[in-house]
């Protein structure tokens, strides 16, 4: 992230390799650069209200896929191995694709209903951790920051 973009006093905590994700010590920036357009999403610390890791997935490729298994046994029973191997070769493909779209997103919501959604894919479970953690760590160093000038200025 070019320093032209950060807030007074704002200095960058961590951010991706890309940098589409920052944590600054003010805010998380997720930035989606498409063709010809740009689209920035921006939770202050204050305001973040969950973090969590979720699996994507679609359970209908897994129900397709128990269908076509037992097409496969009943056509073994009844028709012959030829039917029978369309029934589990399309089981297979859906297994395949099944594990393929399988995705690990990290998910920070605001408060406010906004939420920052990005797939981890290439990240470390560990990084992720990490991530997570200085996530906190820098919501705390806000949060007691605010508390010591608000009593300095009572």
């Known amino acids: 992230m070019e320093s032209k ?3 007074e006093n704002e200095t960058i905590i961590s951010q991706s390799k890309n940098a589409s994700i920052v944590l600054t010590n003010i805010r998380v920036l997720h930035t989606i650069k498409g063709t010809g357009n740009i689209n920035v999403h921006s939770i202050f610390l204050e305001k973040i ?9 679609y359970p209908i490729l897994l129900l397709l896929l ?3 298994g037992c097409a496969g046994i009943y056509f073994i029973v009844e028709k012959g191995m030829e039917m029978a ?8 493909l859906f297994f395949l694709t099944y594990f393929l779209t399988l995705k690990r997103v ?3 919501t605001s408060d406010g ?7 981890t894919r290439g990240m470390r479970k560990e990084a992720i951790s990490n991530f ?3 996530i906190e760590k820098a919501q705390n160093d806000r949060f007691n920051k605010t508390r010591i000038s608000l009593k300095k200025n009572s």
């Open 5 to 7: 973009y950060l807030l």
């Open 49 to 57: 209200s969950a973090t969590q890791i979720q699996y994507k997935s």
């Open 66 to 68: 128990v269908f076509c």
């Open 85 to 92: 191997q369309l029934g589990f070769g399309a089981a297979g």
């Open 106 to 108: 990290m998910l920070i």
């Open 113 to 119: 209903g906004t939420k920052i959604s990005f797939q």
């Open 132 to 134: 997570i953690h200085d």
